[in-house]
């Protein structure tokens, strides 16, 4: 079956733009996360949604941030007024149920370089 | 909180064992392994759920201590294939992920 998929995977943007990235988590995981890993870095957690419950927002660095999720399934990351320290690989992951007690199924991210 | 991982990275001989280890300052509900190699997304290795829990596949193996709040990963006779970034999470009801230890495995 398909996995966890994020579009772009690459994206360009010029400092001051808004940004969107999209993750589309495996059918039927009901949580899903968000991360940031500058170069060489770990996993910065941002955010994370579980079936209809209020997301858990406490990641997110700055009002600049934003994240909705459609249900169950499509998410989408929105970075308005990009600086050059947003520049980063945004990786989404899905999971079947409760954080703790499931394995994270990763995307290959998206690559974004604020200019 | 974000665990602690030591060392943060570690350079081997294949052939050779490796310890990787995962500390909380705060009481853990699970504990989770990944391995993440250059230019690639992370992958699953295990999770751990109950204090004193140990599991492996392979020679990767891995216990809970969760009076310490600590786990521990055990590389055994490490292969090239072992080369990668390994990251544990730990999770109450999100995983927060430590910095990493990079695991570099010489012919």
């Known amino acids: 079956g398909a996995g966890v998929s994020q579009s772009p995977s690459n994206k360009v943007t010029e400092k001051g733009k808004d940004v969107e990235l999209r993750c589309d988590p495996i059918?039927?995981?009901?949580?899903l996360y968000w991360y940031r890993q500058r170069l060489g870095q770990g996993l910065e957690f941002l955010i994370y949604?579980?079936?209809?419950?209020?997301?858990?927002k406490s990641g997110l660095p700055s009002d600049r941030f934003s994240a909705e999720r459609t249900g169950e399934s499509v998410s989408t990351l929105t970075i308005q007024r990009t600086q050059q320290e947003d520049s980063a690989v945004y990786l989404c992951?899905?999971?079947?149920?409760?954080?703790?007690?499931?394995?994270?199924?990763f995307g290959p991210g998206t690559r974004l370089t604020v200019l | 909180q974000q665990p602690v991982q030591s060392p943060q990275a570690v350079i081997l001989r294949e052939g050779e064992d490796a310890v990787i280890n995962c500390s909380s300052s705060k009481a853990l509900y699970s504990v989770h392994w990944y391995r993440q190699k250059h230019g690639e997304a992370p992958i699953f290795l295990m999770i751990?759920?109950?204090?004193?829990e140990q599991k492996g596949h392979d020679k990767i193996s891995a216990s809970f201590n969760e009076k310490k709040q600590q786990s521990s990963l055990y590389l055994t006779a490490s292969q090239l294939s072992y080369s990668g970034t390994y990251f544990c999470?730990?999770?109450?009801?999100?995983?927060?992920f430590g910095k990493g230890t990079r695991l570099h495995i010489l012919p």
């Open positions: 949604f579980q079936g209809n419950s209020a997301p858990d």
């Open positions: 059918s039927g995981h009901t949580a």
């Open positions: 999470g730990t999770a109450d009801d999100k995983i927060i």
């Open positions: 751990l759920l109950k204090g004193g």
């Open positions: 992951a899905s999971s079947p149920g409760l954080a703790g007690a499931n394995e994270q199924f």
